[in-house]
T-cell receptor
Framework: EAGVTQFPSHSVIEKGQTVTLRCDPI?????LYWYRRVMGKEIKFLLH????????ESGMPNNRFLAERTGGTYSTLKVQPAELEDSGVYFC???????????FGQGTRLTVV | GIQVEQSPPDLILQEGANSTLRCNFS?????LQWFHQNPWGQLINLFY???GTKQNGRLSATTVATERYSLLYISSSQTTDSGVYFC???????????FGKGITLSVRP
């Protein structure tokens, strides 16, 4: 069974550009989470989907970040326009139901220059 | 929100040694996970352990939820155990995990 997969693994973009990250959860997992780790900080929660609905987006830093999960399968996280402080590693995780073990993807390393 | 403290922040071991990594948390939790971040940055699930003790090979973990701590034991360490170890409890409020700062383990041959 495939694990959580994220694309791309690395992305380098210029300040002001747009970047879209993708996450494919484990098949059948209704819960999908985005986390990120910026330089020198802890891994922080961004948001949580249950199927296609946003359950909790309290961790989204500002309105330059937009997450979607159309059809309740894969999810995208778009940053527009990107700023230097957005650089970091973006992780996606999925779980079968709430309050159960979450499995993480390999992360997308985003560098904004 | 919940506070998570991991100790020690850094640990250097000689291959074959044993170690204990600690995670303290400030609030009641619904579950707790331990992860190993390998040199390629991937978070590998080690344990899902809201309470009690579990063992998997050379690794074992114990969570005492009533006293708000969890321990990860590594026995007969190997160089491949090197990396960063994270604990991440979930208070049950929307199932989000709160990560500690991690413990950087270096195992020398």
């Amino acid at each position: 069974e495939a694990g959580v997969t994220q694309f791309p693994s690395h992305s380098v973009i210029e300040k002001g550009q747009t970047v879209t990250l993708r996450c494919d959860p484990i098949s059948g997992h209704d819960n999908l989470y985005w986390y990120r780790r910026v330089m020198g900080k802890e891994i922080k929660f961004l948001l949580h989907f249950v199927k296609e609905s946003k359950q909790d987006e309290s961790g989204m830093p500002n309105n330059r970040f937009l997450a979607e999960r159309t059809g309740g399968t894969y999810s995208t996280l778009k940053v527009q326009p990107a700023e230097l402080e957005d650089s970091g590693v973006y992780f996606c995780a999925s779980s079968l139901i709430m309050d159960t073990e979450a499995f993480f993807g390999q992360g997308t390393r985003l560098t904004v220059v | 929100g919940i506070q998570v403290e991991q100790s020690p922040p850094d640990l250097i071991l000689q291959e074959g040694a044993n170690s204990t990594l600690r995670c303290n948390f400030s609030d009641s939790v619904n579950n707790l996970q331990w992860f190993h971040q390998n040199p390629w940055g991937q978070l590998i699930n080690l344990f899902y352990i809201p309470s009690g003790t579990k063992q998997n090979g050379r690794l074992s973990a114990t969570t005492v939820a009533t006293e708000r701590y969890s321990l990860l034991y590594i026995s007969s360490s190997q160089t491949t155990d090197s990396g960063v170890y994270f604990c991440a409890p979930d208070t049950g409020a929307n199932s989000k995990l709160t990560f500690g700062k991690g413990i950087t383990l270096s195992v020398r041959p």
